[in-house]
């Protein structure tokens, strides 16, 4: 995740950098159940509404949380499907908060209503993430149920009602790229804590709809939209938190934008190389380093977008034990420093930022994880690499 309110932040103060932290566990992004009452065109679980055999019971998911516990895993975010689907929701989460984690759902809010807001106020969820793709007519086609745009809405004016964190997440295409600024603003009307704007990334139902991935330049302006929109909210004390995921050249983007920005500012220049050193602490992609994934059926993953390479599984082993000793080639190479890309992504001037970017696209793509990102929207010129280099390709850029 792309924390880009919180790196305009350190824009404003002149404290040295600290050394980056090294996390002892990862966050560990859960699909509790695959049942969702939607089918959305960018579905990386390939959800449908129906029940879906060998899903964990209550109490292997309540044993795995315990060893989760012991592997240092600080956060958990509970998703699906949609999570709300599962009778014991309420259950786990209580008992996952006894656990002491961090603790985050991740639904679509249509299932959220009068009836369930208080129980879902009561789970001390420190955050809830509801998706809404676009304005009504879009989302509603995007997530294939008439009606959806407006219980999603509702679900965050409750959320909000009842004192709740609550955040928008939308997940931009070409389809959408225009309602963008109109989701920002109800970001604002409806007074949500948080934006998160996710890049398609090609995997599941998103594999089949990769044509549609929101173009480079169409990208780079809605990056630049909420760069601004996340500045405006600091500069009025305004307490939001915009995110990205899914694409992690938002971090070289984001130097070259505050670059522009700022390069004459007396004030905010010299803040210039302390926001490039936060960038390379961040350090990009934390696939199977500082995230990792379990299924519905116990099977651990790299990431949420890895569901075609499994690690593990909690029924038969321990997680702690397999992502600590795991000797599996894909993991070794994510957590190798640098990270053996290849193509422009190896050429990068920007590697020791974005970590090479998101390797389920050069999967996707190519069929070899280590393949440059077909998904990076920034030219050769602006990552630093010569043209004429024979290993380049270079990108058309398509204006919208």
Not at 209 to 224: G, I, Q, V, W
Not at 282 to 306: E, K, L
Request: charged share 25%; aromatic share 8%; with cysteine.
């Amino acid at each position: 995740m792309f924390r880009i309110s919180h790196l305009l932040k350190t824009m404003t103060l002149d404290t040295p950098v600290k050394p980056a932290r090294k996390m002892l566990g990862p966050v560990v992004i859960w699909n509790l159940i695959r049942r969702c009452n939607l089918s959305c065109k960018h579905c990386y679980a390939t959800s449908l509404d129906i029940d879906f055999s060998g899903e964990l019971s209550t109490q292997e998911i309540k044993d795995t949380m315990d060893d989760l516990k012991l592997a240092h895993v600080p956060v958990l975010i509970l998703s699906g499907g949609e999570p709300l689907m599962r009778p014991d929701i309420f259950e786990l989460t209580a008992y996952a908060k006894s656990l002491g984690f961090y603790l985050a759902l991740s639904t679509n809010g249509t299932l959220i209503n009068e009836n369930n807001i208080a129980q879902i106020k009561a789970a001390q969820y420190q955050y809830v993430g509801i998706s809404i793709d676009g304005l009504e007519a879009y989302h509603d086609e995007f997530r294939r149920q008439k009606g959806s745009f407006k219980a999603s809405l509702h679900a965050i004016e409750l959320c909000k009602k009842v004192g709740i964190k609550v955040g928008l997440r939308l997940c931009l295409t070409r389809d959408n790229k225009d309602d963008l600024e109109a989701m920002l603003d109800l970001m604002e009307t409806c007074q949500v804590d948080k934006f998160y704007m996710s890049h398609l990334n090609y995997s599941g139902r998103g594999k089949r709809n990769a044509d549609r991935d929101a173009m480079f330049e169409m990208t780079k302006k809605s990056m630049e939209q909420l760069f601004e929109r996340a500045w405006q909210h600091i500069l009025d004390g305004r307490e939001s938190d915009f995110v990205t995921g899914n694409n992690d050249a938002d971090g070289p983007f984001l130097l070259q934008w505050a670059h522009k920005k700022f390069a004459n500012d007396p004030i905010y220049a010299p803040r210039l190389n302390n926001l490039k050193q936060h960038l390379i602490n961040w350090g990009g992609n934390a696939s199977g380093v500082n995230v990792a994934n379990i299924d519905n059926t116990g099977t651990i993953h790299p990431d949420t977008y890895w569901w075609n390479h499994p690690l593990g599984n909690v029924r038969k082993e321990k997680f702690s034990d397999v992502w600590a000793n795991t000797q599996d080639p894909l993991m070794l190479g994510f957590r190798q420093s640098p990270r053996p890309v290849k193509g422009r992504c190896a050429h990068c001037q920007y590697l020791n930022i974005c970590g090479g970017n998101t390797r389920t696209r050069a999967f996707a793509q190519t069929g070899d994880p280590w393949a440059e990102d077909p998904g990076c929207y920034l030219t050769n010129h602006e990552i630093g690499i010569a043209a004429n280099k024979k290993t380049i390709r270079q990108i058309e850029v398509t204006q919208l």
